[in-house]
T-cell receptor
Framework: DGGITQSPKYLFRKEGQNVTLSCEQN?????MYWYRQDPGQGLRLIYY???????QKGDIAEGYSVSREKKESFPLTVTSAQKNPTAFYLC??????????????FGQGTRLTVV | AQTVTQSQPEMSVQEAETVTLSCTYD???????LFWYKQPPSRQMILVIR??????QNATENRFSVNFQKAAKSFSLKISDSQLGDAAMYFC?????????FGKGTKLSVKP
């Protein structure tokens, strides 16, 4: 089945450690996105990528990094520089720019907790 | 920063009744898309309905319809014949230039 997969579902990290969240899609979508969801905050855009080997910062990119070496994959690294990383992270993909003609499909999310 | 505003943090509706969720947005662009997404307790984001800004006709999907007022930058969602399964968080979103911006959401409760 085509879809977008995030792993792991739950992730625990010690303070000071980097951690990488996985996002894979087999929908042949060009665009991929990472969002952070906090209670009462809605979804905030961290990074997005419209094409392989290219990505742009969203509204809250500080303390995060991404790569887009393959069309199917868009991993997110939460670095030790992120001051408050505990949150729910959602990955999404779309065939093209969702502002032009298509919806975004979402993974099931990763709950990151810093202990 | 361009924003999407949902002014109702929580709403409640009686089963089989109709409820309207409000959304306003800010943009300087003429070409964009608007979306309503549903997030049930499972936290899976599900597209409810989509509206192209260049279309004057309001989008409808079964029991879901929108009232799109482009000049007022308003995009409300009407749910008719509400069902218990409609209970969820609802997010309004605006898409343009590769950036899909979300509102803070409205929590909808459905009373049996």
């Amino acid at each position: 089945d085509g879809g977008i997969t995030q792993s792991p579902k739950y992730l625990f990290r010690k303070e000071g450690q980097n951690v990488t969240l996985s996002c894979e899609q087999n929908l042949n979508h060009d665009a991929m996105y990472w969002y952070r969801q906090d209670p009462g905050q809605g979804l905030r855009l961290i990074y997005y990528s419209q094409i392989v080997n290219d990505f742009q910062k969203g509204d809250i990119a500080e303390g995060y990094s991404v790569s887009r070496e393959k069309k199917e994959s868009f991993p997110l690294t939460v670095t030790s520089a992120q001051k408050n990383p505990t949150a729910f992270y959602l990955c999404a993909s779309s065939a093209r720019d969702p502002g032009t003609n298509t919806e975004a499909f979402f993974g099931q999310g990763t709950r990151l907790t810093v202990v | 920063a361009q924003t999407v505003t949902q002014s109702q943090p929580e709403m409640s509706v009686q089963e089989a009744e109709t409820v309207t969720l409000s959304c306003t947005y800010d943009t300087s662009e003429s070409d964009y898309y608007l979306f309503w997404y549903k997030q049930p307790p499972s936290r899976q984001m599900i597209l409810v309905i989509r509206q192209e800004a260049y279309k004057q006709q309001n989008a409808t999907e079964n029991r879901f319809s929108v009232n799109f007022q482009k000049a007022a930058k308003s995009f409300s969602l009407k749910i008719s014949d509400s069902q218990l399964g409609d209970a969820a968080m609802y997010f309004c979103a605006r898409g343009s230039q590769g950036n899909l911006i979300f509102g803070k959401g409205t929590k909808l409760s459905v009373k049996p």
